[in-house]
């Protein structure tokens, strides 16, 4: 019994790890990725495992608690299971609140009652773990099989799952982790007979249910570091047909940049437009530009073709190679890191500095 129980803890504290790390790479493609983004969904994490804790002594002292963890289980890998599907569905109406508001109401949506249903099956496990003997001991590896489930979830996460592979494949990934803990810890009930035959694959399916952002027309897709980097195909942009391609980050909502392939050199969109002009306006006689985000490349080529001195930084290599493979990109003035840490290692001074993200 004692063996299941560290099993499960360090399962469910791996998952739950691994879930807060798949936050921000699902929140910020809608409302960025800052400390206010960490913030809260630390402070969501920790207010869902306050909450579960509580309902989890409650219901750990009752007499019908195996039965209560073992439909939790279910229904907390269906919900886990789900969040992508709920996170195309719902984000698109959240867009229009401010970054704060939005990401708040994003991460109760995806995470907040998984949370506290796992967090309620972790309490519910460690008395499980006690009720044979309650020594300090006892209480110490308990603790500690959780330590580690949460140290491993948010390395193994943040630097195996998310940049070698999709979101959908993550979350699959920990829904699977939980239908083995599941498994092992029930495999004596009953009803696991019924249950286990479609429920659970239900859950590790659901993470790849087609989203509104649809394949029509992709090119390219590829996870990195930082996003989930797509490029579609379109005869169509604002009513004006044209062969287009356009660079998503996963966000069907959001275009980072759009190209007309018949005529490259064209900034299609407003914001681009808006910075050359406000540059040919005001500084047209400015000769040193530094900016950062390169994007597809469209304002990078056009300052190079007019400028004489051109730095760009660019956090992510992948949206680089996106930019030469895909939008005709062929210069060499793009640096991969931080703007502000490369800006500072810079020994020139420049006329212009953009912030083109």
């Known amino acids: ?50 909450i579960g804790y509580m309902i989890g002594g409650f219901l750990a002292d009752r007499s019908s608690g195996s039965q209560w963890m073992f439909r939790l289980y279910l229904l907390g890998m269906l919900l886990i299971g789900m969040i992508p599907v ?26 907040f009652i998984p949370n506290i249903l796992f967090s309620i099956i972790a309490t519910m496990l460690m008395k499980d773990g006690l009720e044979e003997v309650v020594s300090g001991k006892v209480i110490g590896n308990l603790h500690t099989s ?11 996460t943040t630097f ?35 249950l286990f035959l479609f429920l659970p694959i239900i859950s590790v399916l659901l993470p790849f249910v087609p989203d509104n952002l649809s394949s029509f027309g992709l090119l390219y897709e590829e996870t990195s570091l930082y996003h989930d980097i797509q490029v579609f195909e379109t005869d169509e942009f ?29 900034l299609l969109l407003e914001y681009t437009q808006h910075i050359w002009e406000v540059i040919d306006s005001f500084a047209a006689n400015s000769d040193r530009i530094f900016m950062v985000g390169h994007g597809i490349g469209s304002l990078t080529s056009k300052f190079e073709r007019e400028k004489e001195e051109v730095r760009v930084a660019e956090l992510d290599k992948g949206v680089l190679e996106a930019s030469k493979d895909y939008f005709l990109y062929k210069g060499n003035s793009v640096e991969i890191g931080d703007g502000r840490k490369i800006l500072q290692e810079q020994s020139k001074l420049f006329d212009v500095i953009v912030q083109a993200v």
């Open 238 to 266: 604002e009513g004006v047909p044209g062969d287009y391609r356009y660079l998503s980050f996963g966000n069907d909502d959001t275009i980072q940049g759009i190209m007309d392939m018949e005529a490259p050199e064209t």
């Open 1 to 50: 019994m004692q063996k299941r129980v560290y099993l499960n803890l360090f399962i469910v504290s791996f998952v739950l790890m691994g879930l807060e790390m798949t936050a921000t790479r699902l929140i910020a493609p809608s409302f960025g990725n800052t400390v206010y983004t960490w913030g809260i969904v630390i402070s969501v994490f920790l207010i869902g495992s306050s």
């Open 86 to 111: 709920i996170k195309n569905s719902v984000f698109p109406f959240l867009e229009v609140l401010t970054s704060v508001l939005g990401t708040t109401a994003g991460v109760l949506i995806l995470y």
């Open 160 to 194: 195996l799952l998310i940049p070698l592979t999709d979101i959908q494949t993550v979350i699959a990934t920990l829904v699977g982790m939980l239908i083995v803990a599941h498994l092992i810890y029930f495999y004596l009930h009953k009803q696991i007979k019924i």
């Open 146 to 156: 959780s330590a580690l489930g949460s140290v491993l979830g948010t390395l193994v």
